[in-house]
């Protein structure tokens, strides 16, 4: 997906990355020095104990999402996931006067789709991007009834009001009207036409625009002129209470769409009497809009059914190492990376870590690879191109994230890949493994006695977004946030974890350092 979604605005990183960049340059400046010098040798230390198990996140906070799931995917491990999205309505306009007479021609309601453009004038063709699968689904768009609160009652009103995935059946029990159904929807790339062979024709990229019903919002919208319903926002989101886009599969497979709530728009086309017929406008009637955005709180909620065992692995994983790396997005899974393995003195470092600190090693590269199971995976198109690594204990990134500039951040899928690799693929087009850089914070582990923190690893739809969203429930051991990347994503993957049945397929640390000879 090509989102262009930075989130880098926290002068203190900035500060940091230029500290910790001063830092590396002196390293550099160093090593070049030393090369072939005998009082040093340069090795590969690529033994570390690794500890890896998996844990389900369902459910997880989905308001404030960049953009939202909608649609049905079905992923070749994890099964079938049904992605719908509750979202308010707001006023364009507050507190409007239709005029005299005023009749509503036709309400529309549009959705833009994530495309790119080739060619121009009459030869323009548009390729869909953010598309996941093309068979057909069942799509109703409803009236919701649920009023979706800003503030949480339980917090004295101070703090905003969570909403999360799992809420799907809740907020069904509010259905309204049923505003739109498509018993076989699947997006098209096609251009849109708007009033075709008219002057007032009008070409749009690649939507869902589709009509919806005239005499309702002549009753929710054009019957309320002048009341208190229709005078602010705050009011009106009480009156009108949303609209609840709920995606069903019709078979083993189906489409999901990711798309921008924020550039929906349902548009209320009427006439009124012209006031005024004098100059160039003499109609007795003239045309008015009164747009509806959906500017208010989104909710995406999630239907899934993952394979039993594991299900049964994610909710009871052996924390001392499993076979495999779960990574699921959506209300998903995700892993935890724990290095170096225990601390049996209890003094709070890590055996393993203690002996190479005493080593006094300078850190020339060190990254992680992790490869993909095979075994498992279907391989091909299906497969994340991205995974993120990142402090989990303290829901933040590492410094190599932080140092990685050296790709522009307006291209997601190619950002910050000298730190997280993309996908290693075979001749085949499947993925064998990936690639995380983490000679930062490797360095600080050994040569500034930084805290050995778990590491989260998900895999992301946009490595730009570096926010999270808060689980409902603590997770074991004591998780509370998850990478708002893995959310807005459905796809998944399997990875060789720390106990691999096969040692060379494991997850596998490989330190490059300079040892100083005494």
């Known amino acids: 997906m090509k989102i262009a979604t930075s989130f880098f605005k926290y002068i203190a990183i900035a500060a940091f990355a230029v500290f910790v960049s001063s830092c590396e340059e002196d390293f550099n400046s160093v090593g070049s020095d030393i090369i072939g010098d005998p009082n040093f040798n340069f090795d590969l230390y690529d033994t570390s104990e690794i500890i890896t198990y998996s844990r389900r996140i369902n459910p997880v906070q989905t308001t404030n999402l960049p953009v939202y799931q909608l649609g049905v995917y079905n992923d070749p491990v994890y099964g079938l996931t049904q992605a719908s999205v509750l979202a308010q309505v707001t006023l364009d306009q507050v507190n409007p006067s ?10 529309i309601l549009n959705i833009p789709y994530f495309s790119k453009s080739t060619g121009t004038g009459e ?11 093309n068979t057909p689904i069942k799509l109703s768009v409803y009236e919701s009834n649920f009023f979706l609160r800003d503030l949480d009652p339980d917090s004295g009103f101070e703090d905003p009001q969570k909403y999360y995935s799992n809420q799907g059946p809740l907020f069904q029990s509010f259905l309204g009207e049923l505003l739109y159904e498509n018993l076989s929807f699947t997006p098209s790339n096609a251009q849109v036409v708007v009033n075709p062979g008219e002057d007032t024709e009008e070409k749009l990229a690649p939507r869902l625009r589709v009509e919806l019903p005239i005499a309702f919002f002549e009753q929710k919208i054009l019957s309320q002129e002048g009341t208190d319903v229709l005078l602010n926002n705050s009011n009106f989101k009480n009156h009108f209470r949303g609209i609840y886009f709920i995606a069903e599969a019709l078979s083993a497979q189906g489409n999901l769409i990711l798309f921008d709530v924020n550039q929906a728009k349902i548009e209320i086309n009427y006439t009124k009497d012209n006031d005024n017929p004098t100059g160039e406008v003499t109609d007795p009637r003239i045309n008015a809009t009164l747009g509806l955005s959906f500017n208010g709180i989104k909710v995406n909620t999630f239907i899934d059914n993952f394979p039993s065992d594991i299900e049964q692995t994610l909710n009871n994983p052996n924390t001392t190492g499993e076979q495999n790396i ?15 393995g225990p601390d049996t003195d209890g003094n709070g470092v890590a055996d393993e870590l203690e002996v190479l600190r005493s080593k006094k090693w300078l850190i020339n590269e060190a990254h992680l690879i992790v490869q993909v199971n095979q075994d498992i995976m279907q391989g091909g198109s299906t497969e994340p191109e991205r995974l993120f690594i990142f402090d989990l204990d303290n829901n933040r990134v590492l410094a190599d994230y932080t140092l990685d500039n050296l790709t522009p951040a307006s291209d997601p899928l190619n950002f910050k890949t000298n730190h997280s690799g993309r996908l290693i693929r075979d001749a085949s087009g499947n993925g064998t493994s990936y690639k995380i850089k983490l000679t930062n914070h490797i360095s600080h582990l050994i040569n500034r006695d930084s805290t050995n923190v778990r590491l989260g690893l998900t895999l992301t739809q946009n490595i730009n977004l570096i926010t999270t969203q808060e689980l409902q429930n603590i997770t074991p051991p004591g998780i509370d946030k998850i990478p708002t990347g893995s959310i807005i994503s459905p796809e ?16 596998k640390l490989n330190i490059y350092y300079t040892e100083i000879n005494n």
Do not use: H, M, W
């Open 98 to 107: 239709f005029g005299e007479n005023p009749e509503i021609e036709s309400v």
């Open 123 to 133: 030869d323009i063709t548009y390729t869909l991007d953010s598309i996941f699968g």
């Open 326 to 340: 779960y990574l699921k997005g959506g209300a998903g899974a995700f892993s935890v990376i724990e290095l170096f």
């Open 492 to 507: 998944g993957t399997v990875l060789n974890g720390s106990q691999a049945i096969n040692p060379e397929k494991r997850i």
